[in-house]
């Protein structure tokens, strides 16, 4: 069955670095996604991407985050100076982009901020 | 904005006691409603899900039923098991929302012995 991986599974970074978390969508599909789970919270929508740009971001979302589609296959977000509260889950998820289709999510990061 | 609100946990039931989680929407559009479980220390995993008013979602024995005129998505199982131990998110996608998931709160389930 086709899945959404990530890598790494756990990532800890001290504050003020650069971070890139990895995803690999399912192939056929069409948008993705990353969310974010601070420990013991709800899962927060971040960004989803389609047709190689952003189509939707939340206020979480500020500038110091970003999205890349760099080839056909990988999808990162990469946080640019990490903060301690960016310490969470984050998960990458894809679908087909059509009505009445669920989203597929990977196993998720955990970053850790130090 | 589309949103999801469910009923606050943890829900702590004896093992073969019957579970309702209750989950209300509001969405502009016609949504699809899903169930996502996460089981300690893992990712989000599709439970089930529903397309339109009146649809019947199920699997593993939990069951969920698409209300529109009531904007509800509750989970039942009537038998629930230790293994059923996890935390419910309630959601719904929309292409009004960009078929982004909106997600409820999330249910902590302990199931006893």
């Known amino acids: 069955e086709p899945e959404v991986t990530q890598t790494p599974s756990h990532q800890v970074t001290q504050m003020g670095q650069e971070v890139i978390l990895r995803c690999v969508p399912i192939?056929?599909?069409?948008?993705f996604y990353w969310y974010r789970q601070i420990l013991g919270q709800k899962v927060e929508f971040l960004v989803s991407f389609y047709n190689n740009e952003i189509s939707e971001k939340s206020e979480i979302f500020d500038d110091q985050f970003s999205v890349e589609r760099p080839d056909g296959s990988n999808f990162t977000l990469k946080i640019r100076s990490t903060k301690l509260e960016d310490s969470a889950m984050y998960f990458c998820a894809s679908s087909e982009a059509e009505e009445n289709t669920e989203a597929f999510f990977g196993q998720g990061t955990r970053l850790t901020v130090v | 904005g589309n949103s999801v609100t469910q009923m606050e946990g943890p829900v702590t039931l004896s093992e073969e006691a019957f579970l309702t989680i209750n989950c209300t929407y509001t969405a502009t559009g016609y949504p699809s409603l899903f169930w996502y479980v996460q089981y300690p220390g893992e990712g989000l995993q599709l439970l089930l899900k529903?397309?339109?008013?009146?649809d019947k979602g199920s699997n593993k024995g939990f069951e969920a039923t698409y209300r529109k005129e009531t904007t509800s998505f509750h989970l039942e199982k009537g038998s629930v098991q230790v293994s059923d131990s996890a935390v419910y998110f309630c959601a719904l996608s929309a292409n009004t929302g960009g078929f982004k998931t909106i997600f409820g709160a999330g249910t902590r389930l302990f199931v006893k012995a």
């Open positions: 529903a397309t339109k008013a009146d």
């Open positions: 192939s056929n599909h069409l948008y």
